[in-house]
């Protein structure tokens, strides 16, 4: 998995305030997925990208959560007017591939732990 | 819908011995990938094996292999030799409509010296 950076790797916000969490893919990888995991769970997949364009984005909260993958820069997971229940960590994967006939393996940055005060 | 489903919450092995950690799936779609993550308690998450449902045999990598019984649903990790490394969180995970992971639990493995 070396090579997806996400930063930063703990990010601390009062309800209310907005978090911003980013997300440099593998060189080479123009897909990029964003997960969430609750404490005790496994990951729930969120949003999947790919250069300026949402592909899916099935599994994130219609309200407070945006997800944008610009031409140039990181990947960007924004959440607005953060409550308590989004204290979580959100990871970050990239895939040269996103079909998995091709056996698209998806390699993940370390996470960002979200915390809400 | 697809489902990942691992029984065992936590498992203890003796350093140097074999462990295999259990995972069953369901889906109706005949093309999906299997895959096993290892996240330690520093969080990250890494990638250790895949297995896709139309291959023939079972996956290998290192000391990590794949048992893939098509027929029963089940996707088992076995860790051959384990070390004391190897103390972690193992997921299972299913790709479905292409390219989302639906992940399992967890196993807690701890290896005792």
């Known amino acids: 998995n070396a090579g997806v950076m996400q930063n930063p790797r703990h990010l601390v916000r009062r309800r209310g305030q907005e978090a911003r969490l980013r997300c440099s893919p593998m060189?080479?990888?123009?897909?990029v997925y964003w997960y969430r995991q609750l404490p005790e769970e496994g990951l729930k997949f969120m949003v999947y990208?790919?250069?300026?364009?949402?592909?899916?984005e099935s599994g994130m909260p219609k309200e407070r959560f945006s997800a944008e993958f610009p031409k140039e820069g990181p990947s960007i997971l924004r959440i607005q007017q953060v409550v308590r229940g989004d204290s979580a960590a959100y990871f970050c994967?990239?895939?040269?591939?996103?079909?998995?006939?091709?056996?698209?393996?998806?390699?993940f940055g370390a996470g960002t732990r979200l915390s809400v005060l | 819908a697809q489902k990942i489903t691992q029984t065992q919450p936590g498992m203890f092995v003796q350093e140097k011995e074999a462990v295999t950690l259990d995972c069953t799936y369901d889906?109706?779609?005949?093309?999906?990938?299997l895959f096993w993550y290892k996240q330690p308690s520093s969080g990250e998450m890494i990638f250790l094996i895949y297995?896709?449902?139309?291959?023939?045999q079972n996956a290998t990598e290192g000391r990590y292999s794949l048992n893939f019984q098509k027929a029963r649903k089940s996707a088992n990790l076995v860790i051959s030799a384990s070390q004391l490394g190897d103390s972690a969180m193992y997921f299972c995970?299913?790709?479905?409509?292409?390219?989302?992971?639906?992940f399992g639990a967890g196993t807690t493995v701890t290896v005792r010296a």
């Open positions: 889906t109706s779609d005949p093309s999906y990938g």
């Open positions: 990208l790919q250069k300026e364009n949402i592909i899916d």
């Open positions: 994967a990239s895939s040269t591939t996103g079909s998995a006939l091709a056996k698209n393996i998806q390699y």
């Open positions: 060189k080479g990888h123009s897909h």
């Open positions: 297995q896709g449902s139309y291959d023939q």
């Open positions: 995970a299913m790709s479905y409509n292409d390219y989302k992971l639906s």
